[in-house]
């Protein structure tokens, strides 16, 4: 009996630990499994993902009188007043500068959510001009593409005769002026963004014998977020090569207000033109001298054409 006993005592420990053991090579197993699971899930995820880009680098299209890296968004249209008035140092008898002003009505369209076009004119020199802007590269939130680039391209015609001699009118093409900028932009916190603008300005007819009929100039740009809804941003555009005739660098300091639908920025320039041409390449204020015009965009955008499966983001930068 008690041999019985210690045999089927025997048996019953080797079953235990036979159950043990197998017990254990199946949880070894189970954790190799779902491991090499867990790490084909993980490579697949890293194969989907799809980086976001950086959005809202600048709060618009413009950084002040220049191109900001933003575009519109397709089917948006962006019509915008841009309102300079004459100089602050022109003191109470001209109201420090209310009593002139100078105003471009332009209209920028969304083709698709790369490529921009506008139109606009000036009262300052009687000016039409026309651009395109495209975008080349987008920074995105994981920093595999740092930076965001963009084309701009502009055309405008002087319809003022504003040197023409007494009898004389200039032909339609000596009245032209072409504009070519590289957009570079980053866009380093929630807070702070900056711009670098390369631009290169051709003019068909110069006034003088010995001005340049090309200007080459490197612009930097900046806007430090105070709140939700205010930035301060700022514009410098040094000339690189020789200049027209009393003319300076393009400087200004503004305030974004963001508002609803709208953008209010408010600015103080040196510059009695809005746009390119007359910014970069024509500025005769000298800021030493006091020569700071103060002026204003509004910017309002409407959705024309609303993209299918998608809510309307019409007041909302590209």
């Not at 400087?251 to 910014?279: C, M, P, W, Y």
Request: charged share 20%; aromatic share 10%; with cysteine.
């Amino acid at each position: 009996m008690n041999l019985l006993l210690k045999s089927l005592g025997l048996n019953f420990c080797l079953m235990i630990g036979a159950s043990t053991i197998f017990a254990q090579n199946q949880d070894s197993l189970r954790t190799q499994d779902e491991n090499e699971l867990l790490a084909i899930l993980n490579e697949q995820s890293r194969e989907n993902h799809t980086s976001n880009y950086t959005v809202a680098t600048f709060k618009t299209t413009r950084v002040a009188n220049g191109q900001s890296i933003e575009n519109v968004g397709a089917g948006v249209l962006d019509m915008r007043i841009n309102h300079r008035f004459g100089l602050l140092n022109q003191g109470v008898s001209n109201f420090f500068g209310l009593d002139n002003a100078t105003t471009r009505l332009g209209f920028d369209y969304g083709l698709t959510d790369w490529l921009m076009l506008g139109v606009g004119r000036s009262t300052y020199l009687k000016d039409y001009d026309g651009f395109v802007k495209v975008k080349i590269l987008r920074q995105t939130d994981d920093n595999k593409m740092p930076l965001s680039m963009s084309y701009a391209g502009a055309i405008s015609v002087q319809t003022l005769d504003a040197y023409a001699p007494a009898g004389y009118e200039y032909t339609f093409d000596q009245k032209l002026a072409y504009v070519n900028q590289i957009l570079i932009a980053r866009k380093f916190s929630s807070r702070f963004s900056f711009q670098l603008v390369p631009t290169h300005i051709h003019y068909n007819m110069v006034q003088y014998d010995d001005e340049p009929n090309d200007i080459f100039a490197l612009g930097f740009n900046a806007k430090l977020k105070l709140s939700r809804r205010i930035s301060l941003t700022g514009e410098y555009y040094p000339i690189l090569s020789e200049r027209l005739r009393d003319t300076r660098h393009a400087a200004t300091l503004g305030f974004d207000i963001a508002t609803g639908g709208h953008i209010v920025q408010l600015l103080f320039t040196n510059s009695t033109g809005s746009k390119e041409r007359t910014v970069i390449g024509q500025t005769t204020g000298r800021i030493d001298h006091g020569d700071i015009h103060f002026g204003f965009n509004i910017s309002r955008v409407f959705t024309i054409v609303k993209p299918k499966g998608t809510r309307n983001l019409n007041n909302k930068i590209w």
